[in-house]
């Protein structure tokens, strides 16, 4: 890995800045192109290989599938099995856990998360991601992998700003590099249907339980 193109320390100062001031934040290319290239490319080869599976709702030994809720596919990541495309994006998450914890004492620990891949028309329906029986999550962060994304192809987060008004809300689109940081207690948020297949990885950053 070449530690000149490392994320940058003041982005992730930024970005927790941002989450201790409004809770939220976007960065557009926290990652440079080509290791989203490499990221991507390494999620289609998994597709192809069929590690993809049904993503779940709730936790535990036990989540059940519900695609009236959410019927994207993910591939768990094993931060202790890192491949060459994973690597930098665990040493930029690595700065930012750091910054984060500086920032806002939140005394995060690790960083669980999966590949997500939304076939078009697929959508996950407005939820916390502090579901009962995670509150480990503590910031959820998602990095987008879409090359060329457009504001007609939908797909987009919405991130509802106040949780009981839904007309005030944040659209990120999932272009490629964007990271999209909040926090997990805090922010009802969905993924609205694209017309094109939409691919990320997310993941949260917890708290020891
Ligand atoms: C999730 C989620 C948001 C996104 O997986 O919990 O809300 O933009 N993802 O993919
Ligand atoms: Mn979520």
């Known amino acids: 890995m070449n530690v000149a193109a490392a994320t940058p320390e003041y982005i992730c100062t930024r970005i927790a800045g941002e989450l201790a001031t409004v809770g939220w934040s976007v960065c557009a290319d926290f990652l440079p192109p080509e290791q989203i290239a490499a990221l991507a490319g390494e999620l289609r080869a998994r597709w192809v290989q069929g590690e993809f599976h049904q993503a779940g709702v709730g936790s535990g030994a036990n989540p059940h599938l519900r695609q009236d809720i959410r019927n994207d596919r993910v591939y768990w990541l094993d931060d202790a099995a890192q491949t060459a495309a994973q690597s930098p994006y665990f040493i930029a998450l690595e700065s930012l856990r750091l910054a984060l914890n500086r920032q806002l004492f ?12 939304y076939p078009p028309g697929s959508f996950y329906a407005r939820h916390l991601d502090q579901f009962q029986g995670v509150a480990h999550r503590k910031v959820s962060v998602v990095l987008y992998l879409n090359n ?15 949780e009981n008004n839904a007309e005030k809300y944040i659209d990120v689109l999932p272009c490629g590099g964007t990271l999209a940081c909040f926090l997990s207690d805090r922010f009802y948020h969905e993924v609205l249907s694209a017309t094109r297949e939409r691919l990320s990885v997310t993941g949260w950053f917890r708290v020891r339980v």
């Open 148 to 162: 060329d994304w457009q504001a007609d192809d939908g797909g987009q987060l919405r991130l509802y700003l106040q």
């Open 106 to 117: 939140l005394g995060l620990f690790s960083f669980e998360g999966h590949m997500a891949a």
